[in-house]
């Protein structure tokens, strides 16, 4: 027979109402909370949430709707969002729009219609309408990696500009005046706030702004090997190179070792992320790494705030700051 709430309560040693309030996502006691997570491990119980969904008009689920779930980012994101959720009793609902802006439409209509709890959106479309359509069913919505001009709502976002800034910042003072960098679409919120950093950086040394240098890679795979080809294949090709996602710092060590160019001494490169790449390419990989874990933990929390009923401090955007590793992959000149 299935564990219920009162054995947990008994085994605990806690009250019935201590225990249903941890299980509804009331705040306890640490001391509780540990008492009580130790008494569901033991008695694998599990919470009846289509019960309580139809007491409380929930469905005990959430949803995180991504541009494509082949990038590392959104999968670690995903990730982290589960681990706080999870153990509340809430089920994940993942949803890939393929970077395609109406796939993005038809599926937030798609997990409306699942009545989810809440919504987690990487949003793909800069338009809008995805978060327009969301928010006029009144479903607590939190997005992430960017902000949607003209509207209002939770936001979880990295501090782009200083992302490129610093570390671009650090070349020039290595001596590399002719600095490439790899950047997204240009009408992305990161893609502007990065390309800022990395001019700023460049006008306050006293060095002029090369188009050439500034290469598009849309923030994919594929595209980064391109961009970092075309990049490399310049008259004067650039002494270091700043990119700025995951997925294209993977394309251009493909473009650099396919050009049987050496890293540092052909050029100097500082990527983006701390995923497996950064660990196991030789020489070490610099970079600039955005907390992940964190980002998606914070999504998870403020989502769960919002679907508690509490808008105290609503709309809340939390930035978060970038850190940034200088290793074997560049070099003064």
Known sequence: MASTIRDVAALSGLSLGTVSKYI???????????????????????????????????TFSIAVLVPMLTSTFCTSMISSIEQYLLPKGYS???????????????????????????????PYASDGRQIQLIQ????????????????ETDGIVLDNELASYEPVSHLIKLGHEKI???????????????????KTALSEAGYSIQDDYIQCGNYTTEGGYDAMLRLCRLKERPTAVFISNYDMT??????????????????????????PLANVVNPPLSFA????????????????????????????VIVHKPAIYYKESIRPL
């Open 92 to 122: 994940v609902i993942v949803c890939e729009c393929h970077n395609d802006e109406a796939m993005e439409l038809k599926k937030a209509e798609f997990l409306l219609d699942r009545l989810v709890d809440g919504i987690v959106l990487i």
């Open 289 to 316: 790494e955005q907390p992940v874990d964190l980002m998606g933990l914070n999504a998870a929390k403020l989502l769960f705030k919002r679907i508690q009923g509490d808008y105290s401090d609503y709309p809340q």
């Open 24 to 58: 509804n996502g009331t705040p306890v006691k640490e001391a509780n909370r540990i008492l009580i997570e130790d008494a569901i491990e033991k008695l694998h119980f599990r919470p009846n949430n289509i019960a309580k969904g139809l007491r409380n008009a929930q």
């Open 136 to 151: 006029a069913n009144h479903t607590p919505l939190v997005i992430i990696d960017q902000i949607i001009v003209g509207c």
């Open 250 to 275: 993977i394309g251009a060590y493909l473009a650099i070792n396919y050009l049987n160019l050496k890293i540092p001494e052909d050029i100097s490169v500082i990527g983006f992320d701390n995923f």
């Open 180 to 198: 490439g960098i790899l950047i997204g679409d240009a009408k992305h919120y990161t893609t502007k706030g990065r390309l800022k950093g990395y």
